[in-house]
């Protein structure tokens, strides 16, 4: 249960209302402090069959410079069971260079 909103206890709210901000900068706190063990997790993920994915409308709100857009599109790149396997901005639409090489690729 939760106290009163006016409730001036040491356990009380004090009339505080937190803004979107102040919940924003606790998300990316979190998520800044747990780094490590989400990449650890995605590193863990099978990745037998890729699926590629290229996303321009995000590229709407991104940055411009000089009026002119940096990024070209948001690739996503996911496994067999859908989990994101890479996930990032790309300045090309270009896919060859995802293609499978000759060489098998190990993770260290």
């Not at 099978?46 to 070209?72: N, P, Y």
């Not at 260079?97 to 098998?104: D, E, G, N, R």
């Amino acid at each position: 249960m939760f106290l009163p909103f006016e409730d001036q206890s040491p356990l009380g709210q004090h009339g505080f209302v937190p803004s979107s901000q102040w919940l924003q900068d606790i998300y990316d706190d979190f998520i800044e402090k747990h780094e490590m063990d989400f990449n650890q997790h995605t590193a863990m993920l099978s990745g037998e069959i890729c699926a590629l994915d290229h996303s321009h409308k995000i590229m709407k709100e991104i940055m411009k410079v000089h009026g002119k857009l940096i990024w070209v599109g948001l690739l996503t790149v996911t496994n067999q069971k859908a989990e994101v396997r890479v996930c990032g901005l790309v300045a090309t639409k270009s896919h060859p260079k995802f293609v499978k090489s000759p060489i098998p690729f190990r993770p260290n």
